[in-house]
C-alpha cells in the first residue's frame, strides 16, 4: 500500500535521537543500574496548590468537552503572564491553548507555511524541529550559529531568499542555554520587518531566565511574532502536556481551526490548574531556576578536569553541553560507546544540528546524587578513553 509523503517528512533528521534514551528507559523498567542524562524532567514535585487545584475540578466532573481554543478565563490568564514578561499586551482571544509546546509549534509552522516556501531554523535546534516545521511540506533551512552558540546574524541575513516565510528559534535555546539579547533581537526584528517574515520564538525556558523572562520582540512586531510556551519546565510539569500558542487574532483564529482537527479541546482539569499555575509561576519559576543553577554547577564541578571533555556552561535552562571532541569520537560515538560501557544515557549533540555535532547534551535538573553517580562514570569511561590514546 502506498502513503502519503507526509509520513517521510515528519520522520524527521532527528528521529533516532532518542534511541539510547529509549533503551535506557526500558532498562531502568527491567530493574537494571543505568543512570538517564538524556532528557529534561525537573526533579521537582509539582507545586501542591496545582496539584490540589486539579483534583478538585476532577472531583466535580470536570471531564466533559471544554472549547476547542481553551476556557476564557484560562486564556486570559495565560495572556497576563505574556504581558508580565513581554510588555505586549494582548487579550484571550490571541491565545490557543495546545497540548504543550511542541503541540504549539507544529500548528504554528502548519499556519504560516507550505509547499513552495522556506523556513529558516536558528541552530542548534531541537531535534524535532525539522519534522513539525517541514509538515506543511514548506522547505527548512538551517542557520549556522557561531562557535560560542550565539546566533550568526550575517548567516541568517544570507539564508533570506525570496521563497523565506518564517524564522524559527528558542530563547532561552536547547541545548546551549544561549538567551537571545536585546540587540540580536533588534536585528532580528529589522530582517522580519525588511523581509515579511513571521518569527516563531519557543519560550518554553524563559521562565527560567534571570528573573524569569528574556528578551522579546512580541511587543515590537507584534503583528508578526508568535510566542510559544508550556508549564512543562517551569513548573515541573512535562506530564500534563499545558502549553499554549500567542499571535495575532487572525493568526490564532486559523490555528483553532487547526486544532479543531487534531484535538477538539483539552482537558479541563488540566486548564484548571493552570490558571493556578501562571498564578503562582514567579515562585514556582524561582524554585527551578534555584535547582538549575545549583545543580549545573555541581555537575560542572564534578567534570572538571575530565580528560578530552570540556562542558559549555549554559546561561540558563537545564542542559549542559559537553565538547567531546578531544576524545576522538564524535557525539553519537561517545553517546553509544557511554552508554555500553557505563549504562549512562545521554544525547548525541548531532541531533540539534552540525554546529554541536561534537558535542553531547546532559540534563541536570536531577538529584544531586544520580549527577554525582553518573559524572563518575563518565570520568570513568573518559579514563578508558585516554587510556586507549
Request: net charge neutral.
Amino acid at each position: 500500500m502506498r502513503y502519503s509523503s507526509l509520513v517521510t517528512r515528519v520522520t524527521g533528521e532527528g528521529a533516532d535521537a532518542w534511541v539510547v534514551h529509549y533503551a535506557a528507559r526500558a532498562a531502568r523498567d527491567r530493574g537494571e543500574d543505568v543512570v538517564i542524562l538524556s532528557i529534561g524532567d525537573p526533579d521537582l514535585p509539582a507545586p501542591p496548590a496545582v496539584l490540589e487545584r486539579a483534583l478538585e475540578a476532577l472531583r466535580r466532573g470536570d471531564a466533559r468537552y471544554t472549547p476547542v481554543a481553551g476556557r476564557a478565563h484560562v486564556r486570559g490568564a495565560i495572556a497576563a503572564l505574556h504581558a508580565r514578561r513581554t510588555g505586549q499586551a494582548i487579550d484571550a482571544s490571541q491565545v490557543l491553548f495546545t497540548a504543550g509546546a511542541q503541540n504549539a509549534l507544529f500548528t504554528a509552522a502548519l499556519c504560516v507555511a507550505g509547499p513552495g516556501d522556506e523556513v529558516l531554523a536558528l541552530e542548534p535546534l531541537y531535534p524535532t524541529y525539522p519534522a513539525a516545521l517541514q509538515a506543511s511540506g514548506a522547505r527548512m533551512l538551517r542557520v549556522p550559529c557561531r562557535a560560542d552558540f550565539r546566533v550568526d546574524l550575517e548567516a541568517l541575513a544570507a539564508r533570506i531568499g525570496p521563497s523565506t516565510r518564517a524564522l524559527f528559534f528558542a530563547t532561552p535555546n536547547n541545548p546551549s542555554g544561549v538567551i537571545m539579547s536585546a540587540a540580536e533581537l533588534a536585528v532580528v526584528g529589522e530582517l522580519a520587518r525588511r523581509h515579511d517574515l513571521w518569527v516563531v520564538v519557543d519560550e518554553v525556558y524563559a521562565g527560567l531566565g534571570p528573573e524569569g523572562r528574556v528578551p522579546s520582540l512580541a511587543a515590537t512586531i507584534p503583528e508578526q511574532v508568535v510566542t510559544l510556551g508550556s508549564l512543562s519546565k517551569s513548573h515541573s510539569l512535562p506530564g500534563w502536556r499545558a502549553g499554549w500558542l500567542i499571535g495575532p487574532r487572525e493568526l490564532v483564529a486559523h490555528a483553532e481551526a487547526l486544532a479543531a482537527c487534531m484535538l477538539f479541546g483539552l482537558p479541563g482539569f488540566i486548564q484548571e490548574a493552570t490558571v493556578t499555575a501562571v498564578g503562582v509561576a514567579e515562585e514556582a519559576e524561582a524554585r527551578v531556576r534555584a535547582l538549575c543553577a545549583a545543580r549545573r554547577d555541581f555537575l560542572v564541578r564534578a567534570l572538571a578536569d575530565v580528560p578530552g571533555l570540556r562542558c559549555a556552561v549554559p546561561e540558563s535552562g537545564m542542559f549542559l553541553l559537553i565538547d567531546v571532541r578531544a576524545t576522538g569520537l564524535t557525539g553519537h560515538e561517545f553517546m553509544h560507546a557511554l552508554y555500553d560501557a557505563e549504562r549512562v544515557a545521554v544525547l548525541d549533540g548531532g541531533a540539534f544540528g552540525a554546529s554541536t555535532a561534537g558535542y553531547v547534551r546532559l540534563c541536570y535538573a536531577d538529584d544531586e546524587a544520580v549527577l554525582a553517580e553518573g559524572a563518575k562514570r563518565i570520568r570513568r569511561f573518559a579514563g578508558t578513553l585516554a587510556r586507549r590514546g
